[in-house]
């Protein structure tokens, strides 16, 4: 499920015609001392993301679950959330402006084409009840993020890139035959 909304979520972000390279779920790499965000290529390899005009996603905690039981429905009903963030960079004159507040402008319009509330389209394909990306917070401070991101390497972002950073939550609601019928066929 998560991989079919996460390409939902790219193509939202494709939309804004700012970035080159969009990735879906990538994880950090711990290699000896250093870790860093890469993408899982096959055979268990992994390619650490370049940071050019790219946009990519990946889990920051526990998947949680919970369940209730649905007396009317005589079904079992579960909400299952997935911490997530989305990491960003891309060259600061995308939108051929130059001034203070271009930073918190790209942040804004990935956070307002991201969220969403019980996508309809989304829950029509993956026969859910409710599919939400719930923003938590963003960030635009580069030194913190690359701290967050990599470990023992020297920042290599320069102040001609906006880094940035974006917490969401997907939530998805539905029945536990919904789940069990979509990872059956996953």
């Given at each position: 499920?998560?991989?079919?909304?996460?390409?939902?979520?790219?193509?939202?972000?494709?939309?804004?015609?700012?970035?080159?390279?969009?990735?879906?779920?990538?994880?950090?790499?711990?290699?000896?001392?250093?870790?860093?965000?890469?993408?899982?290529?096959t055979k268990d390899e992994y390619k650490q993301i370049e940071?050019?005009?790219?946009?990519?996603?990946?889990?920051?905690?526990?998947?949680?679950?919970?369940?209730?039981?649905?007396?009317?429905?005589?079904?079992?009903?579960?909400?299952?959330?997935?911490?997530?963030?989305?990491?960003?960079?891309?060259?600061?004159?995308?939108?051929?402006?130059?001034?203070?507040?271009?930073?918190?402008?790209?942040?804004?319009?990935?956070?307002?084409?991201?969220?969403?509330?019980?996508?309809?389209?989304?829950?029509?394909?993956?026969?859910?009840?409710?599919?939400?990306?719930?923003?938590?917070?963003?960030?635009?401070?580069?030194?913190?993020?690359?701290?967050?991101?990599?470990?023992?390497?020297?920042?290599?972002?320069?102040?001609?890139?906006?880094?940035?950073?974006?917490?969401?939550?997907?939530?998805?609601?539905?029945?536990?035959?919904?789940?069990?019928?979509?990872?059956?066929?996953?």
């Amino acid at each position: 499920m998560l991989e079919v909304i996460l390409a939902h979520i790219n193509t939202q972000i494709e939309t804004l015609e700012h970035f080159k390279t969009l990735k879906s779920l990538c994880e950090i790499i711990k290699k000896e001392d250093i870790s860093f965000p890469a993408e899982y290529c096959t055979k268990d390899e992994y390619k650490q993301i370049e940071l050019d005009s790219v946009v990519y996603h990946r889990l920051t905690g526990e998947v949680t679950q919970s369940e209730i039981e649905d007396e009317e429905a005589c079904a079992i009903q579960v909400t299952r959330t997935y911490p997530l963030r989305v990491v960003f960079t891309i060259p600061k004159n995308i939108l051929n402006t130059d001034n203070n507040f271009i930073d918190l402008k790209i942040a804004e319009n990935i956070v307002k084409v991201i969220g969403l509330k019980n996508s309809k389209t989304l829950n029509s394909s993956l026969k859910t009840d409710v599919v939400s990306v719930i923003v938590k917070s963003y960030s635009i401070d580069r030194e913190k993020i690359w701290s967050e991101e990599y470990n023992n390497l020297p920042m290599t972002v320069d102040y001609k890139l906006i880094y940035g950073a974006i917490e969401y939550d997907v939530v998805i609601q539905g029945t536990q035959s919904c789940f069990n019928t979509y990872e059956c066929n996953d």
